[in-house]
């Protein structure tokens, strides 16, 4: 067994690798920069994880998604692995502790939220830290030709220039062709270097199902399908809507959307980790990072914005390799509400001027101040304060975060912490001078471990249990003790926040770009055809498709898709109508015949040509012009 074998066995206790982990990993320990693209579940934190593990040092991982980020950390911690997290939900004092813990304890992965990585903190901390890696999870924010560009990615570039020996590994499940080229620009890789698996998803068939009644459809569905599966809607009004349509005819369902409580919403979707609700409609704010593997069925009731969204979200079907279904629901009127849903993605400049003066005041900031400040955001109460409608605030603001002048994070979702601000020496003195207190501090040190040198998780209802009281109570104490600097105390916290990347503009200076913002459209539109063109198609393979769309050279037809079920009801194997259909182009290209011309040229037996030409016919790939001449137009 190699090393890599080994420590992924002793650490991970998995035997094997699962494909490509190998090539990458050895990739990166060659010293190359390496881009890795491998979907959803294929196992991408193991890629930079082990190669860390193999070698002296840090590594740094940035990667958006906070939620995600704890939950890293957190199993690496169980694991006895050292890591840290710095985000910019946590207090300055947190994070100086984190970076200095980084910088002189053996810590194996700092894990970045990409805004805090421009910061003049970080950036001096990590000169001093022996950083052997920069992992880049969803890499694809890197671009503008991505899905989900994110501004503060590209000071990853400046990180590279501190560390200029640092090998980078940038990880991604979804990119085009353009992206793939433009992520490793962006980071400056030294020289080109791409790892992929196929993207080929052989257990999972995918339809696309053109119906007027949605509703009813769905029912059918999910009557057919057994197991439990996602219903994704674009509307949150329509998750609890569709949900009760769905236990009304008695299918177990809940809801879920990113408006509920952080509490309503791990409670919904723990119960359908569990198998109790069958059925999660919900909109896209669900299941990043969900790893739950039987899942049957990912049914779109709209289509979703681009292909990159459709691949990701439909891919959470099927994980454990069984039999699964990919169904989007598609009708005309999905084409005409194309058209508001680009205007409400892209308001006009006037509004996005006014949201952000708006911003500035709700959060009294000078003008020319402002900027590095991380401000908790209640987008309602925001919109209610300045008569917005909030969804069009929500895409102002998302405009402002493009255009670089803010982040707008998701909700952040700080538990309560405490570090001891005093030496145990002096903690001992106050012990004995202040009586009341003792059986706490007791408690507090039996409980936690680590709270001198850095900060360290609590559960006051844990603490409250132990002491015999109330939360409340608890809560008293911890506050006292603060007040009287024995421990520094973070009470927990949930909210989104917003961090102001630039000083506030008055009216007259604040300008945004028309030439960027137009780009932006053009693309949003642009990817928005695109699923257009794969829900409207009725020739082409839809796993092919999809593999052709990211950048897969000559995709296979699955042969159980419903256009490839569609093939198959002809009594040919797809390897039949393949061959007829290559032999047919190859002739009508070089020559001017008629069908049944065609039919005596071809060598196959004739009924089997006459209903690929027939077919060919029907679905536009072949036409006839005058004379009946046939023309190749597939
Ligand atoms: P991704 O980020 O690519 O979606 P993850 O890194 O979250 O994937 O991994 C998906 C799941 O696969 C996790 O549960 C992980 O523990 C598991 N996994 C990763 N590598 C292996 C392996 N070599 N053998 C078995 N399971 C693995």
């Known amino acids: 067994m190699n090393t890599y074998s080994q420590i992924l066995n002793r650490y991970w206790g998995y035997s094997v690798f699962k494909p490509m982990q190998e090539e990458i990993i050895s990739s990166i320990a060659s010293g190359k920069d390496t881009l890795a693209l491998l979907p959803t579940g294929g196992g991408k934190s193991i890629t930079f994880q082990v190669p860390s593990m193999a070698t002296e040092g840090t590594c740094i991982v940035v990667t958006p998604l906070i939620a995600l980020m704890r939950d890293q950390v957190e199993s690496l911690l169980k694991r006895g692995i050292k890591a840290q997290a710095i985000f910019s939900g946590m207090s300055r004092s947190e994070i100086d502790i984190s970076l200095d813990n980084c910088v002189y304890g053996s810590y194996k992965f700092l894990y970045v939220s990409p805004e805090r990585l421009g910061t003049e903190i970080f950036r001096e901390r990590v ?167 039987d899942v049957r069925f990912v049914v779109h009731f709209d289509i979703p914005d681009s292909l990159e969204s459709y691949f990701q979200e439909a891919g959470r079907a099927g994980r454990d390799s069984r039999l699964s279904f990919a169904i989007l629901l598609y009708n005309d009127a999905d084409k005409v509400n194309a058209g508001k849903r680009v205007s409400l993605r892209f308001p006009e400049i006037e509004m996005i001027s006014q949201v952000y003066q708006a911003l500035g005041s709700y959060f009294s900031i000078p003008f020319g101040g402002g900027k590095g400040s991380v401000l908790d955001f209640n987008i309602n109460d925001f919109s209610s304060r300045y008569s917005f409608n909030a969804t069009t605030a929500y895409y ?101 926040l917003i961090i102001m990347n630039t000083e506030r503009l008055d009216r007259n200076s604040f300008y945004i770009s028309t030439a960027s913002l137009k780009s932006r459209k053009d ?17 082409q393979c839809r796993s092919a498709f999809l593999l052709g769309y990211f950048g897969e050279k000559d995709p296979a037809r699955c042969g159980h898709c419903d256009i490839c079920r569609k093939k198959n009801e002809m009594g040919l194997s797809r390897y039949e109508f393949d061959l007829i259909s290559v032999n047919i182009k190859d002739i009508v290209r070089h020559a001017n015949v008629q069908p049944d011309e065609l039919v005596q040229l071809l060598d196959h037996p004739p009924e089997k040509s006459l209903k690929v030409i027939r077919w060919l016919l029907d679905n536009a790939m072949l036409t006839q012009g005058p004379g009946n001449i046939v023309k190749w137009e597939g």
């Open 523 to 539: 693309q949003y539109v642009s990817k928005l055809g695109s699923v257009y063109s794969y829900a409207s198609s009725t020739t």
């Open 127 to 293: 000169k001093k830290m022996k950083i052997n890696l920069i992992a880049v999870d969803e890499a694809h924010c890197i671009s503008q030709w991505g899905y989900d560009f994110r501004p503060s990615y590209l000071k990853i570039a400046e990180l590279r220039e501190i560390l200029p020996d640092v090998p980078v590994l940038a990880l991604t499940a979804t990119a085009t062709a353009d992206v793939v080229d433009d992520i490793q620009e962006k980071l400056h890789f030294a020289s080109p270097n791409v790892i992929r698996t196929s993207f080929e998803r052989k257990n999972l068939h995918y339809m696309v199902d053109v119906t007027e009644d949605k509703h009813r459809r769905l029912l059918e569905i999910l009557q057919k399908i057994p197991g439990s599966g996602i219903v994704y809607t674009r509307n949150r009004r329509k998750t609890s809507e569709i949900a009760r349509f769905l236990t009304g005819n008695g299918i177990s369902a809940d809801y879920y959307h990113a408006g509920l409580g952080s509490e309503t919403r791990s409670l919904k979707q723990n119960e359908w980790m569990k198998g109790k609700t069958r059925v999660i409609v919900a909109t896209n704010a669900f299941g990043m990072g969900i790893d739950k593997a």
């Open 396 to 496: 102002c603001l998302k405009t402002l975060e493009a255009e670089g002048c803010l982040e707008l994070t998701d909700e952040v979702n700080n538990p309560s912490k405490i570090h001891f601000a005093v030496g145990r020496d002096e903690l001992y003195r106050f012990q004995v001078a202040n009586a009341a207190f003792d059986g706490f501090i007791k408690l507090l040190l039996r409980s936690y471990s680590g709270v001198f040198s850095g900060f360290a998780v609590i559960d006051e209802e844990f603490l409250a249990k132990k002491t015999g009281t109330s939360r409340d109570v608890v809560y008293q104490y911890l506050v006292r003790l603060n007040k009287m600097q024995i421990i520094q105390y973070i009470p927990q916290r949930k909210s989104p």
